[in-house]
């Protein structure tokens, strides 16, 4: 089986036949470049969007400028959770969020690995429902935000090839700028620092188009100082499966799993150390396509969450878009 796209140069000849295109490419890296900002272990959920890697995720681009946004929804509830100093009761969230995001891929070797980095911001709605739980008392506490989000840097990434195998290895840093009020039961913005070094993994078979791919990483969360809240460490996997047809179709297979390994401390730790897990499952697919002489790439992908203790539990949905300048 051969396939008809042309091909990034710098992927090199393990990928000559099967000639992907080079935004395909950082559909996989995109996830990689961003811990994409939503909420914290403080309120329920991670630094970084679970599923916001996966496909792809071992492929650099080969040089040049890309732009991709991404368009996350997530909808779930927990029974209770901790957030600003309090206890809340039946929970219900809603976060729809757009992020922008530019990465630059040079033609710099380094230890035979090509060299990037880059930036994202998000900006975007998030809604929440929920009791609080006082001494003497439980009250309906409703909130929502409209904000711009917190920077999230990437000053390197690395990728490799060898044959039908592609691996990179990335640094985020999340970099608090967004507007937050701690008399607010939801921000966009998360208030602290964070960081997120990431390797990816991609076993593409240039004859058959099959794809097989994961990710892991870890995430060191640091004190959001408005709470007193320190939330814990995790780790996070993601991987998918794919068949990659002649046309620019890729149909699969996508999955995560987040597992916090330290626990949250603080005097706004009122739950303890709060220690969650998720896993979430679900379709994927993608598309390449010129507009004039650009070429873009398409991809989206849902999952829904189960095995979840100590986080919301919920569905999420990603729609990326990614092209060369």
């Excluded at 998000?122 to 929502?144: K, M």
């Excluded at 985020?172 to 966009?188: H, R, W």
């Excluded at 149909?251 to 706004?268: E, M, N, R």
């Excluded at 070429?295 to 539990?313: D, Q, T």
């Amino acid at each position: 089986m051969k396939l008809s796209w042309s091909d990034p140069p710098s992927l090199g000849g393990s990928l000559d036949r099967l000639g992907r295109s080079v935004c395909v490419a950082l559909i996989g890296f995109s996830g990689a470049l961003f811990p994409m900002p939503a909420f914290a272990i403080e309120g329920g959920f991670s630094t970084r969007a679970p599923g916001s890697q996966g496909p792809l995720a071992g492929i650099l681009p080969g040089p040049g400028t890309y732009g991709t946004n991404s368009l996350y929804y997530y909808t779930g509830d927990a029974g209770r959770l901790p957030r600003n100093g309090r206890i809340e009761l039946e929970v219900e969230v809603d976060a729809l969020l757009d992020v922008l995001q530019v990465t630059h891929i040079t033609s710099i070797n380094l230890f035979g690995a090509s060299v990037g980095f880059g930036a994202a911001l998000p900006i975007g709605y998030v809604s929440l429902e929920s009791r609080i739980l006082e001494p003497s008392q439980t009250f309906q506490a409703d909130s929502d935000d409209f904000d711009v989000g917190d920077l999230v840097l990437t000053p390197l990434v690395l990728g490799w090839h060898s044959g039908s195998l592609h691996w990179t290895g990335s640094l985020s840093v999340v970099v608090p700028l967004g507007t937050y009020e701690a008399s607010k039961t939801i921000n966009v913005s998360l208030n602290r620092y964070a960081i997120d070094p990431t390797v990816g993994v991609t076993w593409l078979n240039p004859r058959t188009g099959l794809e097989v791919s994961g990710a892991l990483g870890y995430t060191v969360s640091f004190e959001n100082d408005e709470t007193d809240y320190d939330s814990g460490d995790e780790v996070h996997f993601e991987a998918a499966v794919a068949q990659h047809f002649p046309s620019g179709l890729a149909l699969g297979l996508a999955g995560y799993g987040v597992w916090q390994v330290t626990g949250d401390s603080g005097t706004g730790a009122v739950l303890g150390d709060f220690k969650g897990r998720a896993i979430g499952l679900g379709p994927m697919a993608s598309y390449n396509f010129d507009v004039a002489d650009y070429k873009f790439s398409a991809s989206a992908r849902y999952y829904h969450e189960f095995a979840v203790a100590k986080r919301f539990e919920g569905d999420t949905s990603f729609l990326q878009v990614s092209f060369k300048f």
